[in-house]
């Protein structure tokens, strides 16, 4: 009789794990990428310098065209891959977004997505630390979000703002070409104030030593 009873116990776990261990596997996946994405953004949009440029020291042509060639790929990884590393983290928010601020229409949730790297990207050049705080702040309460709401899937409401998305293409590239005239002119602020005041410390580095 106890070893019946062993037995039925045994297997109403394994029934229990069978039914919910897809589940629970599936979403531990889906939060340990979702935190992945958020390591990979605050450590990689919050620096200041995302490509570093180093002239040679020296006279020649040798010398000469090195540094011609460098300041060339420095500029083209401005141009296309900074570009790129923003659409990619951009499509990331507004997916996640997607799912979870229901009540947003989507040029609303486009405008929140651009908001976080844009801001990210100005604090950077004031203190890196500060700009990983943001960087991480608004994706963890999103997490936040997706834990306490019972109901945030809506499969229908995904697939009409996906719909909706060829409507603002224009948009999307007006944002991603204001985050790149935003880091020129990052950029050029910065120049200045090396400029003038010389050094190469981030802005707001002073207050936090």
């Known amino acids: 009789m106890l070893n019946a009873d062993w037995a039925a116990q045994a297997q109403l776990v394994l029934d229990e794990l069978f039914l919910h261990g897809f589940e629970v596997g599936l979403f531990s996946l889906g939060m340990a990428v979702y935190a992945i994405i958020i390591w990979q953004y605050y450590?990689?949009?919050?620096?200041?310098?995302?490509?570093?440029?180093?002239?040679?020291?020296?006279?020649?042509?040798?010398?000469?065209?090195?540094?011609?060639?460098?300041?060339?790929?420095?500029?083209?990884?401005?141009?296309?891959?900074?570009?790129?590393?923003?659409?990619?983290?951009?499509?990331?928010?507004?997916?996640?977004?997607?799912?979870?601020?229901?009540?947003?229409?989507?040029?609303?949730?486009?405008?929140?997505?651009?908001?976080?790297?844009?801001?990210?990207?100005?604090?950077?050049?004031?203190?890196e630390a500060l700009a990983q705080d943001v960087a991480k702040l608004i994706p963890l309460v999103m997490l936040g979000v997706f834990i306490l709401e019972p109901n945030f899937f809506s499969v229908s409401l995904v697939q009409s703002r996906i719909e909706e998305v060829p409507l603002f293409l224009n948009r999307i590239a007006g944002f991603l070409l204001f985050t790149l005239a935003l880091e020129v002119a990052l950029k050029v602020v910065l120049g200045v104030k090396h400029a003038v005041l010389g050094g190469d410390e981030k802005l707001g580095e002073g207050a936090t030593k």
């Open 43 to 127: 450590h990689l949009v919050a620096k200041r310098d995302l490509f570093r440029f180093k002239r040679k020291e020296g006279r020649g042509f040798e010398v000469l065209i090195s540094n011609l060639f460098g300041e060339f790929v420095f500029l083209l990884e401005y141009l296309i891959v900074f570009p790129l590393i923003t659409f990619v983290f951009f499509s990331v928010f507004a997916v996640m977004l997607f799912f979870l601020a229901k009540e947003q229409p989507l040029e609303s949730i486009l405008l929140i997505s651009i908001t976080v790297i844009a801001a990210t990207r100005i604090t950077a050049y004031y203190n």
